[in-house]
Nanobody
């Protein structure tokens, strides 16, 4: 069984920074691609960033490119999302997700952490 637990959310002013963490327990962490998604108020869940199992490949949504950085520490079984230059429109519940290498769907999800950016 794989469990994901996010932390690091909170309230920050526009222009500020936050670092989200997602701790994973269960099967070998390095065999999973990891991603962050978010759900803004009144909107559907959307992709934010992805990192491959080795950490060598990353993808970002256009809305966060140049501001957010995804990284992972396989030894610590943790994935991070460094969020800089935050904007009020980044306000959302942020979710960590995992999928086995070679699979299309993210089947493991955390409970989410709230990020609120004030103007």
């Amino acid at each position: 069984q794989v469990q994901l637990v996010e932390s690091g959310g909170g309230l920050v002013q526009a222009g500020g920074s936050l670092r989200l963490s997602c701790a994973r327990s269960g099967r070998v962490f390095s065999s999973y691609d990891m991603a962050w998604f978010r759900q803004r108020p009144g909107a559907e869940r959307e992709f934010v960033a992805r990192i491959g199992w080795s950490g060598a490949s990353t993808d970002y949504a256009d809305s966060v490119k140049g501001r957010f950085t995804i990284s992972r520490d396989n030894a610590a079984k943790t994935v991070y999302l460094q969020m800089n230059s935050l904007k009020p429109e980044d306000t959302a519940v942020y979710y960590c997700a995992a999928r086995a290498v070679g699979q299309n769907d993210y089947i493991y999800w955390g409970q989410g952490t709230q990020v609120t950016v004030s103007a």
